[in-house]
């Protein structure tokens, strides 16, 4: 990280630079947010990232793969959490924009002219009215960060005009810049107004990769052109390592020698998945629960599975929507792998790219067919579970009812609480225990996790598994079970939002043709223990 120290600056734009912005874009509306120019000052120094985040060092990737380049497709949400888990922050846009133009007010990180070769901005590769076709800047895609150390600013922060813009912490709001005026508010505080970007990116000309320059959007929303880097407030005793110049290299796929509590973020799409180490267990019901067991629960029987790992959470609508844009709805099956227009299907069209719908971004993806859900798991490098295999994730070796032991607590996980009043509720106590009628986001609720650490493995919605069903078990042990070579059926498993204690258990099979796309089904992936030739998942 670079220090920037203590001192004052010019926040947004005098009338005089905005009649030298008027050369480059005969715009005047466009400049109109940038005022008042006001006088804002430091007491204290703080740290502000050289470099762009990259996908190395945020440990995934978006569109871009290069373990160098600038992680995009972030939403507000997820660069804010990012920038906690370093110790660190969001800078504010104050911040940022000290950091970019320094004390002398400079309108570029460099100075006050234009120099097309010292940033990714839009060349002679850009659509944009305003592109600069006399310039190449050697990058038709973001470059990866440090490309430009002519472009630094004048505290060594590289990519403040170019490349990616950058969300700051900051809500939009007028100027002059006031911290205490609900600007700074926390996610928590505020989880729905506009947030700000600055600093341009690849596709923009030179008026809109200014300092000065502000823009916002939607905190849900991302796309390849946005991107962060991190702040941290000084501290006296720091030693001023410049953490951010580490960069490392994106582990591609899992690591060898997993034990019980390991994880490993699936570059591909983000995917946190958790280690299942080998062992056996009794998969389906005996003569405890048998009262409550559907005929394709018997004969419970000693299973022993390999190591393997889980998704530590659904698939969520943001993630599928991604591949969805890469790979198009194909069809297979009969129908399309998401059914967009089912009314409960949370991901839209625009164009040629899938968008999951605001608000959704972090639910389960529903709608989506056996088909779909393999295909996508087959293309972050992995596939859909092994019945067996979910069922070991889920009930453990002490064969558990639910993933969390073997009573039923409508607070552990999205169920059906009857929240509608007209309804009659059978259980007593239990309208709106969970106070959700649909769907819920994918890390709701930590305090139901199964022995692994997975979550929602009982309600929210089912898990297509890889096997055909339905029928019986075979009796006597069973290695890595694969179930029967065919049938006209897929298993799922788990339970959904619509499910009570009786169809939550860890045991509990349902089966649906594979084309079969609900609201109650959704998907998780798996990988095996030391997969062979691996990459984290097929391109693009």
Known sequence: MALVPAGCFTMGSSDEQIDQYLSMRNSRGLFDDEQPAHLQCFQEPFWIDVYEVTNGF??????????????????????????????????????????????????????????????????????????????DDGYDTTAPVGSYPDGASWVGALDMAGNVWEWVSTILLPYPYRPDDGREASAAQDSTSPRMVRGGGRLDPNYVVRSANRNQRLST???????????????????????????????????????????????????????????????????????????????????????????????????????????????????????????????????????????????????VSWYGASAYCEWVGGRLLREAEWEYAASGPQNWIYPWGNEYDCTMGNFIDWTDEAAPVPY???????????????????????????LDLAGNVWDWVADWGASFYPSGLQVNPTGVESGSDKIVRGGSWNNHDWGVRTTMRGDYRPFVRSAYIGFRCAYPAAPEGVQGGSDP
Not at 100 to 128: E, I, S
Not at 262 to 279: I, K, S
Not at 429 to 454: H, K, L, M, N
């Open 428 to 454: 007593p106590g239990e309208r709106g225990c969970d106070g959700i009628d649909y769907t819920s986001p994918v890390d709701a609720y930590p305090q139901g996790a199964s022995w692994v650490g997975a």
């Open 58 to 135: 945020y440990g995934s990737y978006g569109w871009w793969h290069d373990n160098d380049q600038p992680r995009e497709s972030v939403t507000w949400f997820e660069a804010d959490s990012y920038c906690q888990t370093r110790g660190a922050r969001l800078p504010s846009e104050v911040e940022w924009e000290y950091a970019a133009r320094g004390p002398d007010n400079w309108l570029y990180p460099w100075g006050n002219t234009f120099d097309g070769k010292r940033l990714n901005f839009c060349d002679f590769n850009c659509q944009d009215p305003g592109a600069d076709a006399s310039i």
């Open 221 to 367: 929303h991302y796309d390849t052109r946005f991107g962060l880097r991190c702040a941290r407030s000084f501290e006296a005793e720091s030693d001023g390592a410049l953490a951010s110049e580490a960069r490392p290299e994106l582990v591609k796929v899992p690591p060898k020698d997993a034990a019980l509590g390991d994880t490993w973020t699936r570059p591909r799409d983000g995917g946190v998945m958790v280690f299942v180490p080998g062992g056996t267990f009794q998969m389906g019901t005996g003569t405890t629960g048998a009262s409550q067991a559907g005929w394709n629960e018997f004969p419970e029987h000693p299973v022993q599975v390999d190591g393997f790992w889980i998704d530590k959470y659904h698939v969520n609508n943001k993630q599928y929507a991604e591949f969805l844009s890469l790979r198009g709805n194909q069809q297979e099956g009969g129908v399309t792998w998401l059914e967009l227009e089912s009314e409960f299907c949370l991901i839209g069209k625009r164009g040629q790219y899938f968008w999951p719908k605001a608000g959704f971004e972090n639910h389960p993806v529903v709608d």
